[in-house]
């Protein structure tokens, strides 16, 4: 089988990680997160994994060295892998596209949900500091940040769509018919 990689793109609290979770769990997937790379730099500096912080982070390193810097290092780390199946979680801005678009056998998913959905599994997972006790009126802010505001005009590029307003089951089905049709592509 040739070397698949998978790019997610979502608006936050989309699903995005779970749709990586069951790609990695049922499909033996190596899955990379843009977020990672910034998590390891801020847990180095000592710094607290706020989305702030996260977000500053990437600022400052997108304008030190390039919007695309990221991009790069996950290309590399996905080119890279040894598994046939890569992830890539949390693609954002066109720039992000910029060293996986031309690999091949790359696909783009954008996973849709709506916004009242999407408020209530963030403040649900508290995966970052804050996250539980977020406002509706935060959340609508956090929505126009700059690392937010560029993910339509990604989700837009992308060649498969997921609604996943649904249970996780649903989720785990609509993955399987992806993964069934990716495969007869291979045959």
Do not use: C, W
Request: hydrophobic share 40%; proline share 3%.
């Amino acid at each position: 089988m040739a070397k698949y990689i998978i790019g997610l793109v979502g608006l936050l609290g989309s699903g995005k990680g779970t749709a990586a979770k069951i790609l990695e769990e049922r499909y033996g997937a190596k899955v990379f997160r843009f977020s990672t790379i910034l998590r390891d730099i801020l847990d180095r500096l000592n710094i607290e994994k706020t989305r702030d912080n996260l977000m500053t982070l990437s600022e400052v390193l997108r304008h030190g060295f390039g919007d695309d810097v990221l991009a790069y290092a996950l290309e590399n780390d996905a080119v890279s892998a040894n598994e046939d199946l890569v992830v890539i979680d949390g693609i954002r801005r066109l720039g992000d596209l910029a060293a996986l678009e031309p690999l091949p056998n790359f696909t783009l998913i954008a996973i849709d949900v709506p916004t009242d959905i999407r408020f209530e599994r963030i403040k649900n997972r508290g995966e970052n500091v804050g996250e539980k006790h977020l406002s509706r009126e935060d959340f609508e802010k956090q929505e126009k940040l700059p690392t937010e505001i560029t993910i339509p005009e990604v989700m837009a590029r992308a060649s498969v769509n997921i609604d996943n307003r649904g249970s996780l089951d649903d989720l785990m089905i609509k993955i399987n018919i992806l993964m069934d049709n990716l495969q007869n592509l291979q045959s």
